[in-house]
């Protein structure tokens, strides 16, 4: 007889056909919460998982804009608001042509325990559109924003529905969302987060993800007498959140090696050279490929010639996109002495390649605990948006470690309570899960 859960996740996969990523991100987490909600009757009996794994709302709309050549362009706008039981929704916005209805869906629903994990009063959402910022020019994008928060604006707000930015949404994207939602509203309000410093942003927000990757990781490593001095880390991707994560593990006292991006990968067996690969990918938008032209002894793999998994390592952190981490992969990581791998991306790692690394008591950080540095940073930013203040870098950089303490605490407990220490997969879900399902019970059937 199928337990609760396993009922469960076969009506997902029933109820939302075609939807590969959702049916990913819901698998990995039922089956984390079988040992709860399997052996008490109450989450059964008040149709909580039904409730958990489906949207309390899902928009979905054009978004009409004009190129500089004077067409009409129509891209697709999405927003999944999928549980506000803890706070407001909150969850970036992904501006990416891979962006569909399934892709948003996972994003949401690892939201909810993502947020839940940091302590901190924000519900799960997510939003975005197949629109490609790359190759547009500023009055292009500017445009498109525009058009896409004339439809979003009516949906959100600072207490209802706070986004930020994701893949192909920084501080230029959401300057214009931003500067939209003003003209339309005539308010001013902390209903974005990562927004620049000269309009309401916060010192560490775009540091934040990358560091707190980090600062997980060397709780994990500490909690086994061990750091990040000395290690060999390999990286993937080069945008955001990869720099950050590679300058805090350099200050940490790592050694990285690698950095990629969708043309390509680069292996500097030196050292990631940071000041150059900043100026590449922040101040000219350019390619990975530039960096072996610039640095001395780099040297360049275009996509397909391996990847940076293939490089011998003691700390992966994957960085780029969901599923770019396979068993195979995961295999040669640990052939190659791989101890950590810490999530930077939103679900990077296949099931097959988390089986992989669990099983070989590699220390695995899931991206709901691992990458929750960059949503813990934008409550901070709201706080400061709230009160009128400012605060220092080394104050949020505090809070942000404060919180990354909380979330390590709760995850290794949650993990040792229910007799699987060390899985920092399931104890992600389940601690993520109970702060969740204690408010929906408590607020009744919503």
Not at 92 to 106: E, I, Q, T
Request: proline share 3%; hydrophobic share 40%; glycine share 12%.
């Amino acid at each position: 007889m199928a337990s609760y859960a396993e009922k469960v996740l076969a009506q997902v996969k029933a109820n939302n056909p075609g939807e590969p990523e959702f049916h990913q991100a819901v698998t990995e987490v039922l089956e984390s919460l079988k040992v709860v909600v399997d052996n008490d009757p109450v989450y059964e009996q008040t149709g909580l998982l039904e409730r958990l794994v489906e949207p309390e709302r899902v928009l979905m709309f054009r978004v009409p804009w004009v190129d500089d050549e004077g067409r009409v362009r129509i891209n697709k706008g999405y927003r999944v608001q999928f549980n506000s039981a803890i706070g407001p929704y909150k969850g970036g916005l992904r501006f990416h042509p891979s962006v569909n209805l399934s892709v948003m869906k996972f994003l949401g629903f690892e939201q909810i325990f993502k947020n839940s994990l940091t302590g901190l009063a924000i519900g799960g959402a997510k939003g975005g559109s197949n629109f490609d910022p790359k190759g547009k020019s500023d009055g292009e994008v500017m445009r498109f924003c525009q058009s896409f928060m004339t439809e979003m604006f009516r949906h959100i707000g600072a207490d209802t529905d706070i986004p930020a930015g994701d893949i192909g949404v920084g501080s230029r994207e959401i300057g214009f969302l931003m500067g939209q939602y003003k003209r339309i509203r005539n308010e001013y309000v902390g209903v974005l987060t990562g927004k620049g410093l000269s309009y309401g942003g916060s010192l560490v927000r775009k540091e934040a993800t990358g560091y707190g990757l980090v600062y997980l990781s060397e709780e994990a490593l500490n909690s086994r007498g061990d750091s990040m001095r000395g290690k060999t880390v390999a990286v993937s991707g080069s945008g955001n959140v990869a720099i950050y994560t590679i300058e805090k593990a350099r200050e940490l006292g790592a050694k990285v090696v690698t950095a990629s991006d969708s043309g390509g990968w680069i292996y500097d067996a030196n050292g990631i050279d940071l000041d150059v690969l900043k100026r590449i990918k922040e101040e000219e938008r350019g390619r990975i490929s530039d960096y072996a032209e610039r640095v001395k002894g780099a040297v360049y793999h275009p996509a397909g010639d391996g990847s940076v998994w293939d490089v011998k390592c003691h700390v992966a952190f994957p960085c780029a996109t969901q599923n770019e981490l396979d068993e195979s992969a995961a295999k040669t990581l640990v052939a190659n002495g791989v101890i950590l791998v810490g999530e930077g991306a939103n679900m990077p790692t296949t099931q097959a390649g988390t089986d992989v690394f669990l099983a070989n008591s590699v220390i695995f950080l899931p991206g709901k605990a691992a990458n929750a540095g960059g949503v813990a940073t934008s409550v901070l930013e709201m706080a400061q948006i709230d009160t009128r203040l400012f605060w220092s870098f080394e104050k949020v950089d505090r809070k942000l470690q404060a919180i990354v303490k909380h979330i390590f605490t709760n995850i290794d407990d949650a993990a040792r309570r229910y007799g699987m220490p060390g899985n920092y997969v399931a104890g992600s879900n389940i601690a993520g899960f109970e702060k969740v399902a204690d408010a929906m019970l408590a607020e009744g059937i919503v």
